[in-house]
């Protein structure tokens, strides 16, 4: 069945709700001194075992086009998530927030650089608009923010995202989103076990199994199962811009999600920012000069 633009713009809508209360999940984990690599790892072989499980037929007729795809995907998708986790150490949760957040900025240039697709004017706008809410959103127009090592770690994160987005949009059209989703799932086990099992074998003694494990299979569940999988269906049918805008709205969610729960208070950069990623978000995906025209032409008619 194919969808329209706006109905898969719904479903990578939905996505970015669930990836922001994944962020709670998180935190829970990292609580119960489970490494990031671990994390990733157990994250992995549940995604890709209920992917088998669900659509083990389709994954029969996989392909060496899905194959080069769905890997050369997945060891973007596990760069993007390891330079970040790794900047974080060398820099704040404020800057890390911020610049990962630049991936946004990057696609329309990611977009030129490989499609040679120069940026329309209405996305140039939602982009300032949306980079403008994240400002307000993140804390850092009010606290500014020093460059780091761990800041450069991070922009590089923010590419990788800003270039799995254009890479789906542009290659998953021809695939099966299933397998595709199969693969990123069996490259993030790979990928972040060989790393965890590189650099984080030391700290496996003092994880706290009984409070970190139960976050994360709730996490493999329902943000890497679902929200990725649902992400690799919307981009199928829908634009990288217009992906990479509702995506970004993961971290107003986010943000939601942790006021309601009582982690943090509402606050007016809250309130700005998830104001301005909204309006961005209704600037990228409505035409304004075809509203503008249609009501012109309606009262020329009427005259």
Same mark, same amino acid.
Request: net charge positive; with cysteine.
């Given at each position: ?41 157990? $994250? /992995? ?10 659509? $083990?037929? $389709?994954? +029969? ?20 998530? #390891?330079? #970040? ?7 704040? !949760? ?13 696609? !329309? ?23 403008? /809410?994240?400002?307000?959103?993140? &804390?850092?127009?009010?606290? &500014?923010?020093?460059? +780091?090592? %761990? ?7 923010? @590419? ?24 990123? %799932?069996?490259? #993030?086990?790979?990928?972040? /076990? ?20 139960? !976050?994360?299979?709730?996490? /493999? ?13 919307? #981009? ?7 992906? %990479? ?11 939601? @999600? ?14 700005? &920012? ?14 304004? *000069? ?7 032409? *309606? ?5």
């Amino acid at each position: 069945m194919k969808l329209k633009k706006w109905q898969a713009n719904l479903i990578l809508l939905l996505t970015a709700i669930i990836w922001g209360s994944s962020y709670i999940l998180i935190k829970m984990a990292l609580k119960g001194n489970m490494p990031s690599g671990v994390i990733n790892t157990l $994250r /992995g072989a549940i995604f890709a075992g209920l992917i088998y499980i669900f659509f $083990r037929k $389709r994954l +029969h007729k996989l392909t060496k086009k899905d194959l080069r795809i769905g890997v050369f995907a997945g060891i973007i998708n596990f760069l993007g998530y #390891q330079l #970040q986790a790794l900047g974080l150490k060398f820099t704040t !949760p404020s800057n890390s927030a911020f610049l990962t957040a630049t991936y946004i900025v990057m696609i !329309p240039f990611v977009l030129w650089i490989f499609n040679k697709e120069f940026p329309k004017y209405k996305s140039i706008l939602a982009i300032i608009i949306c980079f403008l /809410g994240t400002l307000f959103l993140t &804390g850092t127009i009010n606290t &500014g923010f020093s460059f +780091h090592i %761990g800041d450069s770690l991070t922009l590089l994160a923010a @590419f990788f995202y800003a270039l799995q987005i254009v890479y789906f949009s542009d290659k998953v059209a021809d695939v099966d989103p299933f397998v595709i989703s199969f693969l990123l %799932g069996i490259v #993030q086990v790979i990928a972040s /076990g060989l790393w965890s099992l590189s650099f984080e074998f030391s700290s496996y003694s003092s994880i706290n199994w009984s409070s970190a494990l139960i !976050p994360v299979i709730v996490l /493999g569940v329902l943000a890497s199962f679902g929200g990725q999988t649902l992400q690799v269906i919307g #981009q199928k049918y829908t634009d990288a811009t217009s992906s %990479g805008i509702i995506l970004m709205t993961e971290s107003l969610f986010g943000s939601l @999600f942790s006021v309601t729960l009582g982690f943090e208070e509402l606050s007016y950069n809250l309130l700005i &920012g998830g104001t301005l990623i909204i309006v961005s978000i209704l600037v990228m995906e409505i035409n304004i *000069r075809q509203i503008v025209f249609q009501k012109k032409w *309606r009262n020329f008619r009427k005259d």
